[in-house]
C-alpha cells in the first residue's frame, strides 16, 4: 500500500533563517506531488505541484521554493523566512492522471 | 482568479440531526469535486468524490452537485459528536498533465451531545 511521509513535523524558526521541509511517497511510482499551505483561519493555498522529476510549476509567487530530485521526493525550501510564512505545511499525492488527493501528516512552521 | 467558496461557520447541530454543507465554485470548466474532512490540527482526509450532476450516498454522507448552478453540498444524516470538524470542499480542473485541486476556506461543523 501507498504511504506518504512528510517531517520534520513541527518546527520554530528565527525570521532570516532557511527552510527545508521533506516529503517523501512509498508504494507507488510517477506520482503527482503537492505542497500546501494552511495559514491560521484560511483555506488551503496551493504552493507548487510536480508532475514528474525536476518538472516543478509554481502557483503562487514568494519566497519559497520546491524541488523533485527523485521521482518519489519532494523537497519545500526558503532561503530566508518571512514571519508571513507561518502555517500549516501539507504535502500530497495522486497518481498519474487520478484527481483524489492524500496529504501527509503536516509540519506546523512558526516563525518567530 | 478560480475560486470556492464555503460558509466558515461554525454550523452546530444536535447529535442525530442532519448537517448541510454548502459550496460554490466559479470555474465553469472545473470536471471533479470532493469534500474533505478535517479535524484540528491534523491533514485533510478525503470523505467523498462527485463528477456528474446528481447525488452520490456513501453511509451517511451524500453529496450533490448542480454544475448549472455552479454548486456542491454535503449533507450528513444522524450526525455524530465525532464528525464535529472542519468540512473542505475542492474542486478540480486539468492542467500541465495534471489534477490541480483549489479549495475552499471550510466549514466548521459542531454536533453538541
Known amino acids: 500500500s501507498q504511504t506518504i511521509h512528510q517531517w520534520p513535523a513541527t518546527l520554530v524558526q528565527p525570521v532570516g533563517s532557511p527552510l527545508s521541509l521533506e516529503c517523501t511517497v512509498e508504494?507507488?511510482?510517477?506520482?503527482?506531488l503537492y505542497w500546501y499551505r494552511q495559514a491560521a483561519g484560511r483555506g488551503l493555498q496551493l504552493l507548487f505541484y510536480?508532475?514528474?522529476?525536476?518538472?516543478i510549476s509554481s502557483e503562487v509567487p514568494q519566497n519559497l521554493s520546491a524541488s523533485r530530485p527523485q521521482d518519489r521526493q519532494f523537497i519545500l525550501s526558503s532561503k530566508k523566512l518571512l514571519l508571513s510564512d507561518s502555517g500549516f505545511y501539507l504535502c500530497?499525492?495522486?497518481?498519474?492522471?487520478?484527481?483524489?488527493?492524500?496529504f501527509g501528516a503536516g509540519s506546523r512552521l512558526t516563525v518567530l | 482568479q478560480k475560486e470556492v467558496e464555503q460558509n466558515s461557520g461554525p454550523l452546530s447541530v444536535p447529535e442525530g440531526a442532519i448537517a448541510s454543507l454548502n459550496c460554490t465554485y466559479s470555474?465553469?470548466?472545473?470536471?471533479?469535486f470532493f469534500w474533505y474532512r478535517q479535524y484540528s490540527g491534523k491533514s485533510p482526509e478525503l470523505i467523498m468524490s462527485i463528477y456528474s450532476n446528481g447525488d452520490k450516498e456513501d453511509g451517511r454522507f451524500t453529496a450533490q452537485l448542480n454544475k448549472a448552478s455552479q454548486y456542491v453540498s454535503l449533507l450528513i444524516r444522524d450526525s455524530q459528536p465525532s464528525d464535529s470538524a472542519t468540512y473542505l470542499c475542492a474542486v478540480s480542473r486539468s492542467g500541465g498533465g495534471s489534477y490541480i485541486p483549489t479549495f475552499g476556506r471550510g466549514t466548521s461543523l459542531i454536533v453538541h451531545p
Open positions: 510536480s508532475v514528474g522529476i525536476g518538472q
Open positions: 470555474d465553469r470548466v472545473s470536471q471533479s
Open positions: 508504494g507507488t511510482s510517477n506520482p503527482n
Open positions: 500530497a499525492w495522486t497518481s498519474s492522471g487520478a484527481n483524489v488527493l492524500t
